[in-house]
């Protein structure tokens, strides 16, 4: 299954609780793009297994066209919280596996909420930025993408986005 937010290290043994710190969400979502880091540099088997789990987003996307990243402890959905911040740290991983998918989570979740001056939907949430910043990162690089194009690409998106915007209200 999924990781959990917490897990406890007594005598040496991994427990995982049954409560709400063993739900899948804020915390755990971490899990992704660190796991995918070790993985692009190494190519290690037991990264891989971590982040297969990722195929579970795959199919909620491909079924629902929604990526919800609360579950409890049993599985069970959390809340229907589609937080960006989240979404954008598993885009790389997704990609790992359905290219397509990961393109089209980019575009239809992440790709919308990109606002003026660099700030995603709230520009007061900063942690939630930061997420969204290393999620775009990763996914954009590790797509052979070099970061001169990164900066060139952001400004026509803006630039479109800005014009999109302005047509809007006018």
Known sequence: GLPPDWIIIKDGKVISENGKRSAFSYDAIRVFPRVFLDYAKTKDKRAKSVLNTSNFFIKQWKDTKKVYTNYLANGELGDKTEYIGSIALLISTINIYDPKVAEEIYKEKLVPHFKEKGYYTNKNDYYGRNLVWLGYY?????????????????????IKVEGKHKKQSG
Not at 139 to 150: C, P, S
């Open 138 to 158: 990763l996914y954009k690089t590790f797509k052979g993408i070099k970061w001169a194009k990164i900066r060139k690409e952001t400004i026509k998106k803006k």
